[in-house]
């Protein structure tokens, strides 16, 4: 079993060699940015050179055919240089503005927006759901589609207070920033697991299994003459984490699996510290393939907010401003135990001061 | 013992100073009570040891009460013989700890009489603490103090003697009446006053407005804050009085409103009441010009104590607003429908605020038949942990 | 055993009789108040009726001589009518200003200091200590009378920046406010139990002892034959929970005991909310009967923050604006492993973000 | 059934709309690719069940890996043969997610010959993920990667891809070289990258100004954010450019600031820099009037991750500034006495920031050697439960 020609341990490529020209040159010394249009940046560098990019969004999901057809432009336009962001946004970098229309024209016809710059929606950060993951409560393509097809025009414009971060994940593992998001979408289970106790204990291990479980809801038994384990329903919140180590643990449900919605996240330290995203709606039905309840309630968060937000406030900074009673009456959501935290820190988010705005 | 001359170089020492001498106090009634004399030289034990010499209390008290006395024994009872017994009293201080010369002098004859001559006032809880006092005089000294018209306050797993801030009686900011709310509920509660039988203690109490003068918010498991719902009252003139005496409104006043909702320009004060969260501080600094509002009444939070065990809390709100008249029903129904859940669910020496945490405030409000509202909360959950119930309603989240 | 004539049940007598008559007069219909000089209010009524008070510090131990002296005054100078404050200050309730002179001359010779109102230092809430408690790790009134002694000028004046609030107890059950003053001062044990493995099994029961403990830190034992506990020292922090339900764990160490520091605390809800107080010096040696460092670090304390607080900034909110580092910084006092939470919610006092003042 | 004609109502429903559908995307590949086409059907099936239809993976990867590749199997085995197995490679990317058309062909044209022609770019963490190939593919993919000069990325206990913003490669702000950081942190870290042997994952992120484009801060067990110690650099002429041009100063900058640190006269911005928190939020909004200092580095936060199973952390302050100059030694020293600890007595699947939350970080910073600092807590412990050591340090806190 010789590894011998075999390369290994190489690394990523330098991202040297990817660097536009004009890049490289003006390395760490840029001056300035604007955004003159939505989608489009200049870079301006102390020498005086500039770099423009074109931002479109895609699905992330990209069929290498689609790739190509980037890697084409990117020949065309920017000298065969582009990136992709942190939110899955391909950027073209350009250093002669006049194919900035062209280039434009083009991604625009085979489908992919320009925008996501500045106080827009950029493109929503997901993960696999049903496409791949075994662990989803949902689909995350589909759901992210769905929404952003009624957030199209948020994403080619400017006009929000602030910029707002949509992430989506299909399960409690949550891949990616959704705790940390202005709303923040999110695929959950709501029944305990079933157990396959047949396959249980070809498969798993019962006192990993049983240490898995952060409620302790877990409890070795025996089943028809095999260790298994049982779940004390009552003390099971539907993490998966149990599934996660033991395949036999299915908690995926057709019936009760659904979506919850969450508000008020940062990442950046601009203004306020970063923040975790709070919960706005325990459940919504899984709706495939246009979840109508779950974009319903997106686009009423995304206008609420617009309404009613100050330049520069994201949506946890608005929400402190106004308080959270407000904001549950602007919004119309209705407010039930499952908002009051009940988990390992609770008492922190109880209110403990008398600052009310008694108003109603 | 009693008979040598007691020698206290190192309590001495703190007869100097400015400060009013706690060691002179009882030097004060040391000259004509043993007790007091040998708490002196105890306590001078204690200084040269660095430690106390009081040893845990038994189960002491007056017959029918299983609180009101904390019993108290000394490690040197030889030595000190008279204190060997040191059981202090709470009485129950009157709403608001308002006297006349007269009352007081009866407590003090009562104990001269019964007891060591020496007493707190107040202690934390807000009782009248007769200190050290032998088991044998405990009877005595009790039919004497309730033939007086003073009853013993709360000790051990029962409520706690409630107490108040001073409200209406001197306060132009009392948001309703703490005296009469404080009496009437401890009136109403006797018994459980008396006679423990919860998992904890359970304290009440009451101050007039958010500025809290009887640390409610920090130390009771039912903290009662008034407050009001509408517009601050605002005498103009005397807001540009106050500006002409060189108060500076904006850096003072407009500057530290935690919610930026007043604004002055000089002439006028104006202040946006639907974001106004009644923190008091406008009106705490021009007290001539600004007053609560008129729709009057306070909000109920629950479960502040101390560290022990599980980290100290401080009362989160229960109820946002409440009209508080007599004979304030809506608390006396609140308190026995937590008394019920608590009393049932709850573990020994558990408080209601730890008790709460344990089973989830939105188990609680369901048990105890409140609607949850944001108000309780400083935010929504950031876990994504919830137990949803068996069925759940969709129709719920529309 | 018959009660029989034996009165119960009767609870205190009705404050109503104990009121001023101008109080029942004006009784909830007070306008505004006036703090003419320290120590001396006037609470002006809606019908022009005014009433004076004149605030007078206590060591709050008192003989029934000084209650019967004060009791005198109030004859003289206020119809005989007086009240105690919610922190152990005494309260003469006069309606005839020229009493008010005579009355301040006469405390201030019995050694009573008038004071305590406005943005001073109030008399010191306090506990038992060595004059009654058996669980406590110094004395309370000692502590507190040095203490005072070097704040005298505090009390007696108005100029700090806002109301200072002291407090002290004796140990962690902290019969008080300790948790939420400005400047708390804690009796601390810094050792784990001796255990009295004679008395224990008569004394204690084992199961009720060991589920005292909030670290788990107690576990049964047989010692010489007998049904006893012994203590895991690495997880024992000196609560003295155990000491409390059985008399036979020793707390009480003479060598070790000593007090801790604690600041930025408050009640009210004027300007910001409640907070707890946080810890600033972990420990300091017992040192009767004046406890020099503990006095030392009192007064550095209040000085400090005299000096650099805002007009209308409680000791906790003046900390807020200038961060945690810079307290340290300009009080002198080291940063230790021990300022660091590592209790349940530790990691809610870790600082979540980049907002940090980088200067030195 | 590959035969057949794939109907796929459900999914063609998700065509419809402006948004650029991953639907369509799937059908490009569909066109010529079996794996890809059977990926849509068993995606219509998901749509029509509202389920998942795949398995958990078992242990599949590439020869001498312990990481990279993500095992998974279709619970529909019969009816999708071509996506039995339908395995993710993770595959590094460069840093800042650069590429030349050149590269990214080459990566397109090793993935139609080896797997699906299904592709996210990116993966949250960074990685180019290939979606879908079949176990026997595995090695001759990663041959052909390998050769082209690509990598696999972490998955399992082990370093995972290193990721970072765009940073000095485009953006005014940066304040080190997070390009460089990156990469260097990856090829040192290679041999942890691809063979588990910690107890979780770990995660690091480099953005190079507080902004943190790359949510470093959120997703991170080592945070890598950009910062400066000196003042903000400021430029009064665009200052005013902007006020002319309608940026109200006043409004957007002076009263957002988070620490009221910053003037304006109309004329003048005056930055009390010792007050600054260094938010960036003055900087944003005048990007060609402002910048950050010129003596630049990073704060080094640990210990962010996603809830389960302990809850959500958010990285906390371990370093509050280091310079960031090449080969980043500092870096290093840290990342690897934290694993020296985590590994040997970090519990299994326990994050590094739980970790430091159960041992404690006063206990932890002790076996990294490294003092404690009041920038790593918002604040000191309100707990009195304090963990003295055996011999108490009198003169540490004179
Ligand atoms: C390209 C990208 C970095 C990369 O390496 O890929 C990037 C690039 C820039 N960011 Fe960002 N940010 C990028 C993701 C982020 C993220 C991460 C995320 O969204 O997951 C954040 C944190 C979001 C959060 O707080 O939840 C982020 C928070 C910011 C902020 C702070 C915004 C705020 O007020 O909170 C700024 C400043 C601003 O825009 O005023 C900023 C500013 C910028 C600037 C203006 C920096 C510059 O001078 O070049 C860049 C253009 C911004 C724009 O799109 O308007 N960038 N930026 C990322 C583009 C994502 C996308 O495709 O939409
Ligand atoms: C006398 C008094 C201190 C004083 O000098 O003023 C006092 C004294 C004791 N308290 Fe207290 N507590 C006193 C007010 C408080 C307060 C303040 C308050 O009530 O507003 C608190 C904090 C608020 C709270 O309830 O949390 C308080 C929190 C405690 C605790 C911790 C309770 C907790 O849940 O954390 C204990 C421990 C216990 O209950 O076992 C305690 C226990 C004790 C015991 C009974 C000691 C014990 O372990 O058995 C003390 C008897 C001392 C003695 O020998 O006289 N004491 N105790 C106060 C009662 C006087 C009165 O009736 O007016
Ligand atoms: C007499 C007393 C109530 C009682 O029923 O006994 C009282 C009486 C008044 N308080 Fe108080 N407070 C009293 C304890 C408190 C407490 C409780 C405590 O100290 O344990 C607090 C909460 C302290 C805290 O936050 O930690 C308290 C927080 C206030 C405040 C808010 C101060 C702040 O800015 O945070 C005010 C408003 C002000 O002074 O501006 C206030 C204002 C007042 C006023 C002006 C109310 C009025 O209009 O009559 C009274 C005179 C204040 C003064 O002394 O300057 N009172 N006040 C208490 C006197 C204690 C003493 O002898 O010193
Ligand atoms: C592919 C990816 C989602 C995506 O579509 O982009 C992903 C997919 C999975 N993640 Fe993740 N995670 C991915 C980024 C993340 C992130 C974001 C990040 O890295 O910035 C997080 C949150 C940050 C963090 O690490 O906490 C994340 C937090 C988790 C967790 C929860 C970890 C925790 O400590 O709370 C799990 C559960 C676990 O490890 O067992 C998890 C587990 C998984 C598993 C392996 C499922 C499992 O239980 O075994 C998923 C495999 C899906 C599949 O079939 O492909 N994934 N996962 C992301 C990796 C792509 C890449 O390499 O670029
Ligand atoms: S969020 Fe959950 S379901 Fe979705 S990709 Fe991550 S682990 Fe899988
Ligand atoms: S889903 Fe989570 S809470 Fe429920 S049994 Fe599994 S691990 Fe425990
Ligand atoms: S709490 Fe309010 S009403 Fe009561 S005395 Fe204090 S300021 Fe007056
Ligand atoms: S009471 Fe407080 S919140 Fe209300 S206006 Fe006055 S200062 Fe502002
Ligand atoms: S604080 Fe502790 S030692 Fe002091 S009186 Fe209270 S229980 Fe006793
Ligand atoms: S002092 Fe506290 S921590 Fe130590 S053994 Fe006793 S109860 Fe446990
Ligand atoms: S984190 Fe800062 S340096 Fe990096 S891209 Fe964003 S704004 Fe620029
Ligand atoms: S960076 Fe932030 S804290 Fe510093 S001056 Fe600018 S706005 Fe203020």
Known sequence: ????????????????????????????????????????????????????????GTPRLLSIESIRLFADLADRYSGGYLRWTSRH???????????????????????????????????????????????????????????????YE???????????????????NMC???????????????????????????????????????????????????????????????????????????????ESDGISIWVGGKVSNARTEPKFSKLAIPYLPNNPPRWPEVVDAVVNLVEVYAKHARKHERMGEWIERIGWPRFFELTGIPFTKYHIDDFKHAGETFKRSTHLKHTH | MAEKELKTPLLDELENGPWPSFVREIKKSAAKNAMARETLGQLERSYEDRISHWKHGGLVGVMGYGGGVIGR???????????????????????????????????????????????????????????????????PCFADLTEAGWDLGGSGSDVRTPSCCVGPGRCEWACYDTLAACYDITQTYQDELHRPMFPYKYKFKFAGCPNDCVAAIARSDMSIIGTWKDSIQIDQDEVRAYAASGVDIEAEVVELCPTGCISWDGEKLVIDNSECVKCMHCINVLP???????????????????????????????????????????????????????????????????????????????????????????????????????????????
Request: hydrophobic share 35%.
């Open chain 2, 73 to 139: 024994y000394s490690d040197l009872p030889e030595e000190f013989p008279e204190v060997a017994e040191f059981h202090t009293y709470r009485v129950n201080q009157p709403s608001g700890w308002f006297y006349t010369s007269e009352a007081l002098r009866t407590i003090c004859d009562i104990w001269e009489k019964h007891g060591s001559g020496l007493t707190n006032m107040h202690g934390s809880t807000g009782d009248i603490i007769l200190l050290g006092s032998k088991t044998e005089a405990l009877e």
């Open chain 2, 288 to 398: 001539k010009a600004l007053a609560p509002g008129k729709e009057r009444g306070a909000t109920i939070l629950i479960g502040a104590k101390a560290p022990i065990v599980g980290g100290a809390l401080l009362s989160s709100v229960f109820v946002p607003f409440i009209e508080m008249e007599p004979p304030f029903e809506e608390i006396k129904e609140l308190a026995e429908a937590i008394w019920d859940v608590w009393g049932e669910y709850g573990k020994n020496r558990e408080r209601v605020g730890e008790f709460i945490q344990r089973v989830g405030l939105g188990n609680f409000l369901e048990e105890i038949g409140l609607e949850p509202v944001p108000e309780m909360i400083a935010h929504p959950r950031t876990n994504p942990y919830i137990f949803f119930d068996e069925e759940l309603e969709e129709d719920e989240d529309e």
């Open chain 1, 89 to 151: 946004n391909v950027e073209f970098l350009l250093d002669d503005p006049k194919n900035i229309e062209p280039l434009k024209k083009e991604l625009n016809d085979h489908g992919y927006p320009i925008g996501g710059t500045g106080n827009s929606i950029s493109s929503i950060v997901h993960t696999q759901g049903w496409v791949h993951c075994h662990s989803s409560a949902s689909d995350a393509s589909g759901v992210v589609k769905a929404v952003m097809d009624q957030l």
């Open chain 1, 1 to 56: 079993m010789a590894v011998a020609q075999r390369k290994t341990d190489i690394g990523p490529p330098d991202y040297r060699q990817f660097l536009h020209p004009v890049i490289k040159k003006n390395y760490g010394k840029w001056k300035y940015h604007e955004i003159p249009e939505p989608g489009v940046m200049v870079h301006v560098a102390e020498s005086g050179d500039r770099i423009y990019t074109v931002r479109a």
């Open chain 1, 176 to 254: 990616g920033a959704v705790h940390c998001s202005d709303i923040a979408i999110l695929g959950v289970h709501t029944k305990p697991p079933t157990i396959n106790h047949e396959d249980l204990p070809k498969m798993c291990e019962v006192p990993t299994l049983v240490s898995s479980c952060p409620t302790g809801a877990i409890r070795p038994a025996t089943v028809d003459g095999k260790q298994s384990v049982e779940v004390e329903d009552e003390q099971c919140m539907y993490c998966g984490n149990c599934y996660t180590v033991c395949p036999a643990m299915q908690i995926n449900n057709a």
């Open chain 1, 154 to 172: 948020r994403f080619t414009t400017m006009d929000l207070p602030a910029k707002l971060r949509v992430a989506y994940a299909c399960c409690l």
